[in-house]
């Protein structure tokens, strides 16, 4: 069935580096524009990168210059280099797929932690 598992998060001190996976199954990947989403403490669910079935990327501007979203669609996954972390980086960061198709599904991750000490 459908799946998107991240992997990858966890505790890192401020300036360090993640790489996040999310590994996907169940659909056609190659054919979905791909996203990481951040929910950081006090705030709603927001847009952090994402990338188009085409390649055409996106960044939010707080993670510009910082972060790079990357895909393998020979692999299904999509990744999110993360680097110089920031404590306000901290939160769950989830993987989401939207169909490109007008009207097509989405598709949600489990979510993985990412927190960054000062």
């Known amino acids: 069935q459908v799946q998107l598992v991240e992997s990858g998060g966890g505790l890192v001190q401020a300036e360090g580096s993640l790489r996040l996976s999310c590994a996907a199954s169940?659909?056609?990947?190659?054919?979905?524009?791909m996203g990481w989403y951040r929910q950081s403490p006090g705030k709603q669910r927001a847009l952090v990168a994402s990338?188009?079935?085409?390649?055409?990327?996106n960044y939010a501007d707080s993670v510009q210059g910082r972060f790079a979203i990357s895909r393998d669609n020979a692999k299904n996954t999509v990744y999110l280099q993360m680097n110089s972390l920031k404590p306000e980086d901290t939160g769950v960061y989830y993987c989401?797929?939207?169909?490109?198709?007008?009207?097509?599904?989405?598709?949600w991750g489990q979510g993985t932690q990412v927190t960054i000490s000062s």
């Open positions: 169940g659909f056609i990947f190659s054919r979905y524009r």
């Open positions: 989401n797929g939207v169909s490109e198709i007008l009207g097509g599904r989405s598709y």
């Open positions: 990338i188009a079935s085409g390649g055409t990327i």
